[in-house]
């Protein structure tokens, strides 16, 4: 692939409660950005919802007299509501996502029910991106990859030598992300997975998400060389039916991600709440004994 043009300033947020990284990507002080995977707080207990996380990312956004143009999502977590909705109100920002989006609306759409509440079309983003989709932000250039196989819709921005990966690869001493989910597919991943590590040597790799081990601090970025040398999921010896079984067996052990039935109600709407009921209050649906 070629080089994409631009050095951005990165900045990175990391959500304790649900491991992940909003990155706030910028051409200059004073400049145009992009906020990467922004993540709405959710009580669950209470099915409380709270923007404290992303102000804080507003406050960076105001700080530094930043022109926020895209939210973008690197795909359609399960694990985290997506605060693309409110931002995208907040700053008049576009809202993108994969155009693999639209699947993952059919899908999700059935298995709560919504009928014609959420149209499968895509049509609550401002862009739906394809591979090899060139957009910029301010003085940088930036490219989509299509990167699927965690989900049907993952995409990865690469912004000038930053790439956003999603949930593709993690720290080397975590691995890489499941290939679980209804439309999920460990051969695509693997192959989204070599794609990445096919970019330029000194690409830096923003993560969607850190597990810290060992007591270490979460890693909001790591390098293809690093990821090549300690990833036990990346290294040389491990082509696609050695990572296709152990991914299978992994996956088998994992349990269904805490907040993925609130979390995917909210993210295949952009973000956005469900339409209150006519008592004034919001509620989210929960289909028993479907997972
Ligand atoms: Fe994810």
Redesign the pocket.
Known sequence: MDPVAGVPEVESFFHADTGTFTHVVYDREGGAAAIVDPVLDYDAAAARTSTTSVDDVLAFVRAHRLSVEWILE??????HLSAGGVLRERLGARLAIGRGITRVQAHFGALFGLGGEVPADGSQFDRLFDDGDAFRIGGCEARVIATPG??VDGVTYLVGDAAFV??TLFAPDVGT?RADFPGADAAQLHASLQRILALPAGTRLFL??DYPVQGRSPIAHTSIADERARNPHLAGSVDAPAYIAMRRARDAQLPVPRLLLPALQVNIRGGRLPAPDANGIRYLRLPLDAL
Request: net charge negative; charged share 15%; glycine share 8%.
């Open positions: 690197t795909h359609a977590h399960a694990d965690h989900t999603g949930d992300a969607c998400h």
